[in-house]
């Protein structure tokens, strides 16, 4: 599986930006997905979670509320939805997936990552 993540960039406190995670490979619709973050000088934290069938989401603390993760299949894609962002929310962020079909929390392949700035 390989895995593409874009739709970072630059973005005002209290802006919105849609990330979007594309997945190559014929096991998508039976791969939980999840995206990931990295800021500057500190470890990478996870931030939302999907199951294959989409019917189970989860998500941070720190994210809840404002932070919506979907995916459709037929497409091969995961999003990540942000609203209310902070200048917290600054980081790298990746997408993952599992290398075994219909598990979650192991996290095996990761896409690049695509930087999402916040200004105060």
Known sequence: VQLQAFGGGLVQAG??????CAASGRSFSRLA??????????????????????????????VKGRF?????????????????????????????????TSTYGQWDYWGQGTLVTVSS
Request: a positive charge; hydrophobic letters at 35%; proline letters at 4%.
């Open 15 to 20: 802006g919105s930006l849609r990330l979007s």
């Open 68 to 100: 919506t993760i979907s995916r459709v299949n037929a497409q091969n894609t995961v999003y990540l939805r942000m609203n209310g962002l902070k200048p917290e929310d600054t980081a790298v962020y990746y997408c993952a997936t599992p290398r075994t």
């Open 33 to 62: 997905m999840a995206w990931f973050r990295q800021a500057p000088g500190k470890e990478r934290e996870f931030v939302a979670g999907i199951m294959w069938s989409g019917s189970s989401t989860f998500y941070a603390d720190s």
